[in-house]
């Protein structure tokens, strides 16, 4: 550990542990995060690896071990509409993970790497190329060439040193219970409902429960998931009484001016960017991509520019403004139940 590094990380999630897995190759990077490795709160989280983001880890030569794999493996996506009670199943092949394992393995890869690591490392500010953390609750000043915001959705980075806000009507509450498998479910079940949200709940079977949740607009939000829990119940979808209750901030990006690339001398990845979908709240493909990105470019001139960032991650803003066409597909109650009812590409 020095008191200056080439790169600085903020946030220890899947975006920022690879970016500093990627640039220790040339550099001296540090990675911190207030959480503390081995005793954390794992973020609320479906644990689903998507195909996007199986397709990066393929790139990036990484392999899930078995202790990282959370549950049955999931090959079918139920689609159910709690208004018209019509449901379908249409495939999809995910990996079913445990999400702490996830990320404590790659927080494990990037450590191999030489990244420093400091867990219980808050970040508290940035200005003149010194940042300002709050480590083991004292406080450390450390340089570096530039800093790297990985702090996810409630990025303190973007809310101290940015005046880009995300709109307020783009944030969410997600909320999530494990409930008991009773049922024996074997499919991920996405449930809609646009008299409670205009986002989606769903169901995922894990190897001690079942992951029930939702994203909510952030007024009632508690209402609205007890709303749906009991549509869902009612339904005899999912039964018996929660084991754990955890919540998060999910920033939907809607439109254009929500995604934010950085400041100067902060570049911004992951979730901190509002890289997500805006249409299933899948990010890891984006956390990895933003970070695949990003390091390609600082390992080719370490001082690369925030235009040239800008510009190298259009690729990912122009995957998310696909996903805005392919919403009222999955949002509008009238489309969305013409194609459940005509079968296509079901199962
Ligand atoms: C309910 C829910 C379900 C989801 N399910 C899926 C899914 O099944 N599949 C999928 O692909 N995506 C899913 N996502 C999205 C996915 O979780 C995120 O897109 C992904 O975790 C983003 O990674 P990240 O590294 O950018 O941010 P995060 O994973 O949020 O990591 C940010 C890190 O920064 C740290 N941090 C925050 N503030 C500070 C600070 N001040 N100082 C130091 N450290 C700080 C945090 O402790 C955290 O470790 C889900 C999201 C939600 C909310």
């Known amino acids: 550990m020095t ?29 911190v995060d207030r959480k ?32 990282v794999i959370g549950g049955p493996q999931i090959f079918a996506v139920k689609v159910v509409d709690l208004e018209t009670k019509k449901k379908q199943k249409y495939q999809r092949f995910y990996i079913n993970m445990d999400r702490k394992k996830f990320e404590e393995y790659l927080i494990n890869l990037a450590i191999a790497e030489n990244v420093d690591y400091l867990d219980n490392c808050e970040f508290i500010n940035f200005s003149d190329n010194i940042v300002t953390l709050k480590h083991n609750s004292i406080i450390k000043n450390i340089s570096c060439h530039k800093l790297i915001a990985a702090d996810g959705a409630s990025s303190c980075v973007r809310k101290k040193c940015s005046p880009k806000r995300v709109r307020p009507q783009d944030l969410y509450v997600s909320i999530q219970e494990l409930l008991p498998n009773n049922h024996n479910l074997n499919h991920f079940c996405a449930f809609f409902d646009k008299s409670i949200t205009d986002f989606y709940g769903w169901a995922i079977p894990k190897s001690n429960g079942i992951l029930f949740g939702g994203a909510f607009p952030y007024e009632n939000s ?13 339904q005899n979808l999912i039964h018996g009484t929660s084991i754990i209750r955890e919540g998060s901030i999910i920033a939907r990006p809607m439109t254009n001016s929500d995604f934010w690339c950085g400041e100067k001398n902060i570049f911004a990845i992951g979730e901190a960017a509002s890289f997500i979908s805006p249409s299933s709240a ?15 470019l600082l390992l080719k001139d370490k001082n ?14 122009a995957n998310i403004y696909g996903k805005w066409f392919k919403m009222p597909l999955m949002y509008n109650k009238t489309l969305r139940n013409t194609i459940l009812n005509s079968s296509l590409g079901s199962i």
């Open 3 to 31: 008191n200056s590094y080439d790169f600085i990380v903020i946030g220890a999630g899947p975006a920022g542990s690879s970016i500093a897995r990627m640039l220790a190759k040339k550099y001296q990077v540090l990675l």
């Open 36 to 67: 503390k490795l081995h005793d954390f709160k794992e973020k609320c989280c479906g644990g689903l690896l998507a195909p996007d983001a199986q397709k990066i880890l393929a790139k990036f030569d990484i392999s899930l071990p078995e202790e």
């Open 222 to 234: 508690k209402q609205r998931f007890l709303m749906m829990k009991n549509k869902v119940l009612n």
């Open 282 to 296: 899948e990010g890891f493909s984006y956390a990895f991509k933003s970070a695949e990105i990003l390091a390609k």
């Open 304 to 317: 690369c520019s925030l235009q040239k960032y800008q510009l190298k991650s259009l690729v990912i803003r």
